[in-house]
């Protein structure tokens, strides 16, 4: 079974600063990957980014970027120079198995992120 | 770039009805999926669909809900008899390669469904 956890219910941060967003996962899954969604206040589910548990370097894409520590078990989402419309709900996933295996998301409880200007 | 669609964005209905949820993946997307998110909490799967069967369904997928591709691009899910507690936005998403683990699920905007 996978589990994700996402400690902080809330966070507030200063408009421009970087922001860290936690998750934790366990898995008994060798092979499985990472995933963080966007939920803004209108409802959508917006994919941000992706991390494999063989990618040895760290997933970017631009302002986003993945600190993933494998050992530790961790994925968490960095946002730099936060903007306004960064201000949503944010949910860690994943999912595991190579083929054949798993194939549906398991998401976290997630993180409301308000930015202030 | 392709996205999931999703109709209604809001559906009231009175319980007891039987509602359907209507879906269209993206187009070279071959595994779907429907996802509930009760208001404020978390993303619950509810039912994956490939090669037009169900692969797999979660304990909250009963009786009550099913699923269908009736023609090559519609995915819908139908509740026979809704309850309140049946209120919920409902996602459906769809993936590529859904059984690679790399492969992200894509999402529509979601039918926020309301039961009275």
């Known amino acids: 079974a996978q589990k994700i956890t996402q400690t902080q219910p809330g966070m507030f941060v200063q408009e421009k600063e970087a922001v860290t967003l936690d998750c934790t996962y366990d898995?008994?899954?060798?092979?499985?990957?990472l995933f963080w969604y966007k939920q803004p206040s209108s409802g959508e589910m917006i994919f941000l980014i992706y991390q494999g548990s063989y990618d040895e370097q760290n997933a970017t894409e631009g302002r986003y970027s993945l600190n993933f520590q494998k050992a530790r078990k961790s994925a968490n989402l960095v946002i730099s120079a936060s903007q306004l419309g960064d201000s949503a709900m944010y949910f860690c996933a994943m999912k595991g198995g190579p083929t054949g295996g798993n194939e549906k998301l398991t998401f976290g409880t997630g993180t409301r992120l308000t930015i202030i200007p | 770039e392709p996205e999931v669609t999703q109709t209604p964005s809001h559906q009231v209905t009175q319980m007891g009805q039987e509602v359907i949820l209507r879906c269209v993946p993206i187009?070279?997307?071959?595994?779907f999926y429907w996802y509930r998110q009760i208001l404020g909490q978390k993303v619950e799967f509810l039912v994956s669909f490939y090669n037009n069967e169900i692969s797999e369904k979660s304990e909250i997928f009963d009786d009550q809900f099913s699923v269908e591709r009736p023609d090559g691009s519609n995915f819908t899910l139908k509740i026979r008899s809704t309850k309140l507690e049946d209120s919920a936005m409902y996602f459906c998403?769809?993936?590529?390669?859904?059984?690679?683990?790399?492969?992200?699920?894509?999402f529509g905007n979601g039918t926020r469904l309301t039961v009275t």
């Open positions: 898995t008994s899954d060798q092979s499985y990957g």
């Open positions: 187009s070279n997307h071959l595994y």
């Open positions: 998403a769809s993936s590529e390669m859904g059984r690679l683990y790399n492969s992200p699920l894509h």
